[in-house]
């Protein structure tokens, strides 16, 4: 069972990126996945999950309205789509299962000028 | 939602065991048993440990245990050890539109 972070890189205040999580070892459509972050020295922060067929979603008061979740089943993958990254969000980005049983190493985002 | 509250560290002594505290609200950790406790290395990803208050995951050390009472979660390591050394992080469902709150975390430093 793995869970594979990518998309992670420096990018402006303002700016956008989009995180991807490709899944391999477990039925990924049968998952609710979630994204969590860790700026850096600090603690766990859970950003947002989606259910298996994606009409439940939530985010994490600091992101919504600027972050969006979302899934393809077809290629086990998980997204989290970034706009309007502010210096705050610079973080380790995590894929997890619902029940963060499994993790990804995580992806890095640097939001600086 | 407020982040739970953790120690900021905790010490032990190789054998010894001790207690991570876990306080929340009647909100989340009072109102849910869907706890979790996990374990982080330096730079590396968290592990699971301890999920819906008091199971351990398969795999996991029979030294790992945890309770709940009221809205504070606790996890004890017992026979500390040095690889115990780590951060360790609590987790409670909080419902709501923000449903999920971590803890501080806590580093467990073993002598």
């Known amino acids: 069972v793995q869970l594979v972070e990518s998309g992670g890189g420096l990018v402006k205040p303002g700016g956008s990126l989009r995180l991807s999580c490709v899944a391999s070892?477990?039925?990924?459509?049968?998952?609710?996945m979630t994204w969590i972050r860790q700026a850096p020295g600090k603690g766990l922060e859970w950003v947002s999950y989606?259910?298996?067929?994606?009409?439940?979603?939530y985010y994490a008061e600091s992101v919504r309205t600027r972050f969006t979740i979302s899934r393809d089943d077809a290629n086990n993958s998980l997204f989290l789509q970034m706009n309007n990254l502010r210096i705050e969000d610079t973080a380790v980005y995590y894929c997890a299962t619902y029940g963060m049983d499994v993790w990804g190493q995580g992806t890095t985002v640097i939001v600086s000028s | 939602q407020s982040a739970l509250t953790q120690p900021a560290s905790v010490t032990g002594s190789p054998g010894q065991s001790i207690t991570i505290s876990c306080t929340g609200t009647?909100?989340?950790?009072?109102?849910?048993?869907?706890v979790s406790w996990f374990q982080q290395y330096p730079g590396k990803a968290p592990k699971l440990i301890i999920f819906e208050v008091t199971k351990r995951p398969s795999g996991i050390s029979n030294r790992f245990s945890a309770s709940k009472f009221g809205s504070t979660a606790s996890l004890t390591i017992s026979g500390l050890q040095a690889e115990d050394e780590a951060e360790y992080y609590c987790c409670s469902y909080a419902g709501g539109s923000t449903p999920y709150v971590f803890g501080t975390g806590t580093e467990v430093t073993v002598l």
């Open positions: 989606i259910s298996r067929s994606g009409d439940i979603i």
């Open positions: 070892g477990l039925t990924f459509s049968g998952h609710y």
């Open positions: 009647s909100s989340d950790v009072g109102s849910y048993n869907l």
